[in-house]
């Protein structure tokens, strides 16, 4: 069972928590916004093979919202931080990562 850590409540199990997409992503304003960017903004989002920005909500605890860094690939968690705190930088914790893999 994969083990998310809340920043509020701790490490808990995954069915307690749900993925709320890709965070960081800027709302566009309706007045001037054509209907291919707005549609762009519901649908397009990054796929990438690695690292991500997600926003999450720890659902069936303390009800909370939160960003975290997760590999696409192994799933795991790099890191979780507050929503409102800046986006980590994805290219240094690739690297920091491929590192530590190295070590091993």
Known sequence: MLLI?????GPRPEIEFRNMG???I???TPEGT???DMAAFLYLRSNPK???AERWRHVH???RFFNAVRHTVTDKFVTVY??????????????????REAGR
Do not use: M, N, Y
């Open 5 to 9: 850590t809340c920043p509020i409540c």
């Open 22 to 24: 890709e965070a960081h």
């Open 26 to 28: 800027a709302r566009p």
């Open 34 to 36: 054509s209907d291919d």
């Open 50 to 52: 690695g690292l991500i």
């Open 61 to 63: 605890g303390c009800a």
């Open 82 to 99: 507050e929503v409102g705190a800046p986006k980590p930088d994805l290219a240094a914790l690739a690297a920091d990562l491929a590192t």
